[in-house]
């Protein structure tokens, strides 16, 4: 088993989709890559993300990258959908180098890479979202996501 973190926006809608993936075992709601907690228990710089444990055998990086490429727009900057600012970054991270290479071979291979706003970077640090956060979109179904609903059941 292998772990991933994909920053695509808003997190809720990210794990809502990347949790049926084939060859994801599991999901996690979180932050990645900031910098300090503030004493009102905000993340400064931090992206919001899922943690995505998937099973090498059956689902590789290269085409995990071609399913979170599906619900992102990878030139807008701190923006997806109606989710604007830092935290709502694109970014993938992962503490293995080999993970790393192989998201930026996808996006060379196939996108504008002069343009791409998409951040691939080493893992420095995870935080995982409160327990309200988990799964969000399955308890709550009508909340806000930029990710169309037909996308969330896609490869289920």
């Not at 503030?38 to 290269?62: N, W």
Request: hydrophobic share 35%; with cysteine; aromatic share 10%.
């Amino acid at each position: 088993m292998e772990t991933i973190y994909l920053a695509g926006g808003c997190l809720w809608g990210v794990q809502a989709f990347v949790k049926t993936l084939p060859g994801v075992l599991s999901t996690e709601a979180g932050r990645a890559n900031g910098m300090t907690q503030t004493l009102k228990g905000e993340y400064d710089g931090y992206a919001e993300c899922v943690k995505t444990i998937f099973d090498p055998a059956h689902v590789s990086v290269q085409q995990l990258m071609g399913y979170f490429f599906e619900i992102i727009d990878p030139y807008s900057v701190n923006n997806q959908g109606e989710d604007v600012g830092e935290k709502y970054r694109t970014g993938v991270y992962s503490e293995s180098p080999e993970h790393l290479t192989a998201a930026r071979a996808f996006i060379n291979e196939r996108l504008d890479s002069e343009r791409i706003a998409v951040e691939v970077l080493p893992l420095k640090n995870y935080v995982a979202s409160a327990a309200e956060h988990q799964d969000r979109l399955d308890k709550c179904p009508d909340d806000y996501c930029h990710i169309p609903k037909a996308m969330l059941s896609k490869y289920l």
